[in-house]
């Protein structure tokens, strides 16, 4: 979360999207599939799932930056600010799927009779929905606090802490939740920030914990499937454990109630 001074583009206007973005993400979609294709055919067991997730992620980068002008827009919510709940969700997509594809592509070369026959474990499933709930849940659960103003003194607190001035606050806000006025002005310090204008200047101490047992997560689940995968072992997705699927969720679920409490002292618009 920005201040107005001079960088942020605060109140700026983006610029046309030139032709050319459209047309690297037209070559990319066509390359990606050969480039995944020769990935996993010639790289050794292992390196083929890092060189998969690499370019699944900088086809990622290439969408945002064709569409909105901002290679992390896919990070970026509707209050122009990095979103954990999408950060999560992105990196579980982005895992998954190189492990899904990695697993796929290797029965295709071993000769296999069903390409697309790699099974995928209920936990892997649950640690999804899991993820998915906080991405959905999330607006659901921020939505009312739209219809509502905070307390002036906390906007004034805020402004100092900030170095923002309360017009352009106010300007942004939406009901008591704090905004951006522009994807530029996105940072990935949002991430670990208060959504509200009264404690957006804090720590949410419930976004870090999400955000490192995600980390985390993803990270170990990784390994498990290029182990898997240097092992040849190829017919399903390694299982997550029970005791990491409870801290996934009691992480995420800390996190959606944490946005449920008023932290602006707000009263109806």
């Known amino acids: 979360m920005t201040s107005s001074s001079a960088g942020n583009h605060a109140g700026g206007v983006v610029e046309a999207i030139p032709r050319a973005e459209y047309g690297r993400l037209a070559v990319l979609t066509t390359a990606m599939p050969i480039a995944v294709l020769a990935t996993n055919w010639y790289l050794p067991p292992g390196w083929n799932l890092v060189g998969t997730t690499a370019m699944l992620t900088a086809g990622l980068l290439v969408l945002g930056k064709a569409i909105s002008g901002v290679p992390l827009a896919l990070l970026i919510s509707e209050r122009n600010l990095m979103s954990l709940s999408r950060f999560q969700a992105l990196v579980w997509t982005v895992v998954v799927m190189g492990g899904y594809l990695t697993m796929t592509l290797a029965r295709v070369k071993a000769g296999g009779q069903s390409a697309v026959g790699v099974a995928i474990p209920q936990e892997?499933?649950?640690?999804?929905?899991?993820?998915?709930?906080?991405?959905?849940?999330?607006?659901?659960?921020?939505?009312?606090?739209?219809?509502?103003?905070?307390?002036?003194?906390?906007?004034?607190?805020?402004?100092?802490?900030?170095a923002e001035p309360t017009t352009d606050i106010d300007a942004h806000r939406q009901g008591v939740l704090y905004a951006n006025p522009h994807l530029t002005d996105a940072r990935m310090a949002d991430m670990f920030q208060g959504d509200e204008v009264g404690n957006t200047a804090h720590i949410d101490l419930a976004k870090v914990q999400m955000f490192y047992?995600?980390?985390?997560?993803?990270?170990?689940?990784?390994?498990?499937?290029?182990?898997?995968?240097?092992?040849?072992?190829?017919?399903?997705?390694?299982?997550?454990?029970q005791g990491m699927l409870a801290l996934l969720a009691i992480s995420h679920g800390g996190y959606l109630l944490g946005k449920t409490g008023d932290h602006s002292n707000s009263k109806p618009a």
Do not use: C
């Open 213 to 241: 047992f995600t980390l985390i997560a993803a990270t170990g689940y990784f390994m498990d499937v290029a182990m898997a995968v240097m092992r040849k072992s190829h017919d399903a997705l390694p299982e997550l454990s």
């Open 124 to 162: 892997l499933w649950i640690a999804m929905g899991i993820a998915t709930t906080s991405l959905l849940g999330t607006p659901l659960v921020l939505g009312a606090k739209r219809a509502r103003s905070p307390d002036e003194k906390l906007v004034q607190n805020t402004s100092e802490q900030l």
